[in-house]
């Protein structure tokens, strides 16, 4: 009989201590893949998704998988936790107190694995399918949902200022703010994930002192996509000795004192460089828009350089486009590269502008604020900032060309036509392209079924071959009254 108990108990022990050890392993290593999974390798997740176009639902199976399993295992400790509870509560003899106290010791082992493990499924994303809350999740505001690896984009960055700007900031009261939002959401492009390098170099800085001089540095981030950039807690860098702009009727046509310009990152150093006519100034979009007075004066009020062969140019006068909707032209938008000069022509008409452009290799933006116009420092890539239906017009000139993409073309469009109100027109002035994909841009440009109230086509001579030419157009939105 002894023997018997003997046996029985070197038998339960060896039970006991080889499920510590199966479930101890199978523990660590749940813990260690966890850990692994959202921290050594979540930047390389992040830049696969970004870099390669990897789509969240790719990663959302392994996820959901990984769920399911440490619910299994949860449950499977619980059970026996449950059955030991049950054979503790049962009768024992003498000989089998060492056991009941082995039992008790490893009750304990497995509550503190299963606190561990539960501690870990609770930060593992829901997805669709694995439980009933997946359902729910989807009607709860942001605020409230489960943290996911794609609702938290801080973890992507190092800097510490860029993880607390993109972090959403729930209001102090706890309620909705006048906005029906319960917290503030502020956002960056897409793109400055794929540079998170530069962008961690401009978010770099020390809070309250001067930013770096570094606007160059986000024009780039912008252009290529990063866009909107965050906010930063510094003060922008201004000119050393600023002095007072002119009075507004002197500046509209008079450039602007140096003095008002950082030029650290210009080839020009000043105005006068920027208005000689001569190669390696730094940008060559607008060849003489700094030369205001010979230059820029005469444009859409007197017509320069007609085709000698037909009389036609696709220059068009701006009396003669106002006086197509008499009186109904008040605010528009002037999408170019320029310092202006539309807007300040415009002016004259009792018409208001804003210039949007960005600062390709000189001081466009600083430009047209000196010479007492508004500007918008915006790229291409960006949706236009007004409501719909607002504009009454829109120009551009010498900026979307023969350079961009049709559906890239269709996109800014679309957008213009939002934003541009019934009636209100669409001046394309002096567009360019290479002769053999011209009726591709017109094309596009005809897809808007858009009123024609001017439409002309002429040679580009500035060149000694003829391969290129010019499309001027003065479109007008229709009402579409059954949207």
């Known amino acids: 009989m002894a023997r018997a108990s003997v046996f029985l108990k070197f038998r339960a022990s060896r039970w006991v201590s080889g499920l510590t050890v199966g479930l101890g392993i199978l523990a660590i290593l749940i813990c260690v893949t966890s850990l692994s999974r959202f921290y050594s390798l979540r930047s390389l997740l992040v830049t696969d998704t970004v870099s ?57 082992f497995l509550a503190d694995i299963l606190g561990h493990i539960e501690s870990v499924h609770a930060s593992l994303p829901f997805s669709e399918g694995t439980s009933q809350q997946s359902e729910e999740i989807k009607h709860i505001h942001p ?43 502020t956002s960056i492009g897409h793109a400055c994930f794929s540079m998170k390098k530069e962008l961690e170099v401009y978010m770099d800085y020390d809070i309250g002192d001067l930013c770096q001089d570094d606007w160059r540095l986000a024009q780039q981030l912008m252009v290529h996509g990063c866009d909107p950039l965050p906010r930063r807690r510094c003060f922008a860098r201004a000119p050393q000795l600023y002095s007072q702009p002119f009075p507004i009727n002197e500046s509209i046509w008079k450039l602007p004192d140096d003095r008002n310009v950082r030029w650290s990152k210009y080839r020009c150093k000043n105005f006068t460089c920027l208005a000689n006519n001569f190669t390696r100034r730094g940008f060559f979009k607008c060849a003489d828009c700094f030369n205001l007075s010979h230059h820029e004066m005469p444009r859409w009020i007197q017509l320069v350089n007609p085709d000698p062969s037909s009389n036609l140019t696709a220059d068009f006068l701006i009396p003669d486009i106002l006086d197509i909707k ?66 009454d017009l829109i120009h551009t000139t010498r900026f979307l060309d023969g350079w961009i993409d049709f559906v890239l073309l269709e996109f800014i469009l679309y957008d213009w036509d939002r934003v541009l109100r019934p009636g209100g027109l669409l001046w394309i ?34 060149k000694e071959d003829d391969r290129e030419v010019f499309f001027s157009a003065v479109l007008e939105k229709p009402p579409r009254p059954f949207g």
């Open 52 to 108: 390669n176009g990897v789509s969240p639902e790719s990663q959302g199976m392994t996820q959901s998988e990984v769920r399911i399993t440490v619910e299994n295992v949860i449950q499977k400790i619980q059970q026996e936790l449950e059955g030991m509870k049950e054979l503790s509560m049962k009768p024992s003899s003498s000989s089998s107190l060492s056991c009941s106290s082995s039992m008790l010791k490893f009750s304990a």
């Open 143 to 185: 605020l409230l949902k489960p943290k996911q690896q794609s609702d938290e984009p801080s973890s992507y960055f190092l800097i510490e200022e860029i993880r607390k700007y993109v972090k959403i900031k729930p209001n102090r009261l706890g309620k909705q703010n006048f906005m029906g939002a319960n917290g503030t959401f």
């Open 326 to 391: 008499p009186g109904e032209i008040r605010i528009g938008l002037d999408f170019s590269i320029g310092t202006g000069t539309f807007a300040a022509r415009m002016r004259d008409f009792n018409v208001t502008v804003v210039s949007a452009t960005i600062n390709l290799g000189a001081p466009f933006s600083e430009t047209i604020a000196l010479r007492g116009l508004v500007p918008l420092y915006l790229t291409i890539n960006q949706r236009l900032p007004f409501f719909d239906n607002t504009l």
């Open 429 to 462: 002035d002096s567009f360019f392209c290479l002769k053999e994909d011209l009726d591709d841009y017109l094309d596009v440009f005809m897809m808007l079924r858009y009123k024609k109230h001017k439409w002309v086509v002429v040679p580009k001579l500035d």
